[in-house]
């Protein structure tokens, strides 16, 4: 392990904003993350840098996750067993297991980020959430530098959200991820949003998950940016979910509103929806602005900083609550 000093965190957020780790250092294995807690215990960790905006320089120790590795921990006819290092690429695994036929998450194709960071955010696209296939979430806490293992009900997966951003938020570094994925009879998912849409102008009547995930990428690649092209940390905002008499109320009003039914008392609005009606699609204010494809990405032309970037985040609150009396939670973390 090399301690850096004043190093750029530019390239390590997938915004491409310019602050800086008044220390730095990368950490490849699960023992020099321990030898690391036994004298440092003010971190700021750092995996994917797919879910942060960065506001101001970093005064903590930046602790670069690199933990890489994946392992069958074993198979039988139906399913496979996988415990994936929290280093890895999270769509460079994907794409893996698709190569050997383990499905579960090919509708969670080309989302940014690492492994180590979809349980905290219980990443989620086009029907599926990653809770569907994890068994298991290893760790080492902070406090005592000591092995921590959660089982799925252990990890209180909600929607965007678990145990990792509440009541363990800070006090456990994620490791691995273990999965349970399917070998046959794949359970396909592709009736939300255009996936079957995608599929038919192929022609593909019995998709495969390699199918579903090209169907996912195609999809993606036309409405959301490319991080290495345009800064941006994909969906900054929250779908909110609101009562069944909110909606009708909302629906009286603005009768165009879309909406996908949660329960028989909460539906889901979506945040794009709402924020394009509110007129923030495709405008640009310096270097910050609202994607012009998909008014849920948030992007950074080139230079705009994390303040510019949630300052715009904040006028887009206001303006949507101003006007459909409906709250906006960003999903990015906010670090200020």
């Known amino acids: 392990m090399n301690l850096l000093q004043n190093i750029s965190l530019k390239s390590y957020n997938t915004f491409g904003v310019s602050v800086n780790a008044k220390r730095f250092i990368a950490v490849t294995s699960f023992y020099e993350l321990q030898q690391l807690l036994k004298t440092e215990k003010e971190l700021f960790l750092l995996s994917g840098g797919s879910n942060m905006l ?6 903590k120790l930046v602790v670069f996750l690199n933990i890489k590795g994946i392992s ?28 050997q036929n383990y499905g579960g998450i090919e509708n969670l194709s080309l989302i940014p980020g690492n492994v180590g960071t979809c349980p905290i955010q219980n990443i989620g696209a086009y029907g599926v959430e990653v809770k569907d296939v994890i068994t298991k979430v290893e760790g080492l806490t902070i406090d005592a530098e000591k092995s921590v293992q959660f089982s799925n009900s252990a990890c209180k997966f909600g929607y965007r959200n678990s145990i990792f951003k509440n009541e363990q938020k800070g006090k456990v570094i994620l490791t691995s991820v273990s999965f349970k994925l399917t070998k046959n009879k794949h359970h396909l998912n592709t009736s939300y949003g ?25 999809i993606r690649k036309s409405k959301l940016p490319d991080p290495k092209e345009i800064g941006n940390s994909g969906s900054f905002f929250k779908n909110p979910v609101i009562t069944k008499t909110q909606f009708e109320q909302l629906q009286k009003e603005f009768p165009t509103v879309p909406s996908y039914t949660i329960s028989e008392t909460e539906v889901k609005v979506p945040a794009g929806w709402l924020v394009e009606q509110a007129g923030y699609k495709g405008k640009r204010f310096g270097d910050a602005g609202v994607h012009a494809k998909q008014a849920l990405v948030l992007v950074n032309y080139g230079d705009a900083t994390g303040q510019e970037i949630y300052k715009l985040a904040q006028d887009i609150q206001k303006k949507v609550f101003k006007i459909f009396g409906i709250p906006l939670e960003i999903e990015v973390n906010i670090i200020e």
């Not at 960065?54 to 005064?59: F, G, R, Y």
């Not at 198979?75 to 890895?88: C, I, P, Q, R, S």
């Open 72 to 99: 069958i921990d074993k198979e039988d006819d139906n399913f496979a067993y996988l415990t994936v290092n929290a280093g890895e690429n999270w769509h460079e695994f994907v794409l893996w297991c698709i190569s």
């Open 54 to 59: 960065l506001t101001t320089d970093i005064e």
């Open 194 to 218: 255009a996936i079957d849409a995608e599929l038919t102008s192929k022609n593909i009547l019995e998709p495969t998950i390699k199918n579903i995930s090209d169907a996912v990428i195609a």
